[in-house]
């Protein structure tokens, strides 16, 4: 094959999720150019990713309306048509990836097993050996449909050394320089019912730093902002604040220094499982065998309800499954980790 195109939009955890993908392509295809196309949000985890030859970015706010849709289409289609597929793969499964998908015209069209609003009417949905399994898996069903062997699993992400340097003046500022251990906390979530309490966080941060380990906030936006003074106020001694001042590739470089990664079903949680730093993640309302840290789903801890991955924003019963999971049962699954 000489063009591929990858289809996944949104959002950074699902991104991430895919990365894999670029990986196994190139791995059966050297000499494939391969295209993704991405809206703005999960751009940057893509940019400089070796494996990736073209990113498309899909702004979907310009084509709301009938007048943005009509100026948009246009270049958007030439920019899609640029290259004739050989392949593409959907792998958001959503009518707007499939227009995408049916614009970009490609000679072969693959997709995910659970397709939605009419995708499964353009490209073919692939139900393969890990159907059931984890969602890195799934996509990677994708890939193999195409002959792809995936013999290893990878995460590429390319962090600058512009980066990597402007990450560690950050921490050293801090006090957390080379050497000193940390532990990230990623304190937000899109879900309301993914985040942990904030008096949870400032327990755990409270014993982290009697342990001599350094606890750090990471995260982005008001909100967290927002949760990141809560849990400073509510601890003895206030972690490290590095909310909203590192861009996505300084966080990755930041994961790939500590010595673990805590948090809820969200982005950053899964950016760092999949750079292979000791990663728990702490479930309620979703499914830790589809959604849990990728090759180290023994460390998510899922709240013990019948109910449990009901995958609703909201809970119906109005319990707070993660207010359920103590900071003691949190200590317990990271202290074999820290203890390596």
């Known amino acids: 094959m000489k063009n591929i195109l990858v289809v996944k939009l949104s959002a950074i955890g699902d991104v991430i999720h895919a990365l894999?993908?670029?990986?196994?392509?190139?791995?059966?295809?050297?000499?494939?150019?391969?295209?993704?196309?991405?809206e703005k949000p999960a751009y940057p985890i893509l940019e400089d990713n070796p494996y990736i030859d073209d990113i498309i970015l899909f702004e979907k706010a310009k084509f709301r309306s009938v007048s943005g849709f009509l100026h948009e289409i246009g270049p958007f289609r030439r920019q899609l048509r640029?290259?004739?597929?050989?392949?593409?793969?959907?792998?958001?499964?959503?009518?707007?990836?499939?227009?995408?998908?049916?614009?970009?015209?490609?000679?072969?069209?693959?997709?995910?097993?659970?397709?939605?609003?009419g995708a499964h009417l353009v490209s073919r949905p692939?139900?393969?050996a890990h159907a059931e399994g984890h969602i890195v898996e799934r996509y990677l069903d994708v890939a193999r449909a195409l002959g792809c062997t995936v013999d290893e699993v990878r995460f590429p992400v390319a962090v600058s050394e512009r980066d990597r340097a402007a990450a560690e003046m950050l921490l050293a500022r801090e006090g957390v320089q080379d050497g000193r251990a940390f532990v990230a906390f990623a304190i937000g979530a899109n879900w309301?019912?993914?985040?942990?309490?904030?008096?949870?966080?400032?327990?755990?941060?409270?014993?982290?730093?009697?342990?001599?380990?350094?606890p750090v906030l990471v995260g982005g936006g008001r909100l967290d902002e927002t949760l990141a003074q809560d849990i400073m106020a509510a601890s003895e001694i206030p972690p490290?604040?590095?909310?909203?001042?590192?861009?996505?590739?300084?966080?990755?470089?930041?994961?790939?220094?500590?010595?673990?990664?805590?948090?809820?079903?969200?982005?950053?949680?899964?950016?760092a499982a999949g750079l292979g730093t000791p990663t728990v993640m702490l479930m309620g309302p979703t499914d830790a065998n589809r959604n849990g840290p990728y090759g180290q789903q023994e460390n998510a801890i899922e709240v013990d309800r019948p109910c449990r991955a009901c995958w609703k924003r909201a809970c119906p019963k109005g319990l707070d499954?993660?207010?359920?999971?103590t900071p003691e049962m949190v200590v317990e699954r990271m202290r074999p980790l820290l203890s390596r």
């Open 126 to 128: 692939v139900r393969g």
């Open 321 to 325: 499954c993660l207010a359920a999971i």
């Open 20 to 38: 894999p993908v670029s990986y196994a392509i190139k791995e059966r295809f050297p000499e494939a150019h391969l295209t993704w196309v991405v």
């Open 192 to 214: 309301p019912n993914k985040r942990w309490p904030v008096e949870h966080f400032a327990a755990l941060a409270d014993r982290l730093y009697r342990a001599r380990y350094v």
């Open 240 to 271: 490290v604040n590095l909310v909203g001042r590192t861009n996505l590739k300084q966080l990755a470089h930041i994961f790939t220094r500590a010595a673990l990664v805590l948090g809820g079903d969200t982005g950053p949680v899964h950016l």
């Open 82 to 117: 640029a290259r004739p597929y050989d392949a593409s793969l959907d792998l958001q499964g959503l009518f707007k990836s499939a227009a995408i998908v049916w614009n970009a015209g490609a000679r072969q069209r693959v997709g995910t097993a659970n397709m939605r609003e």
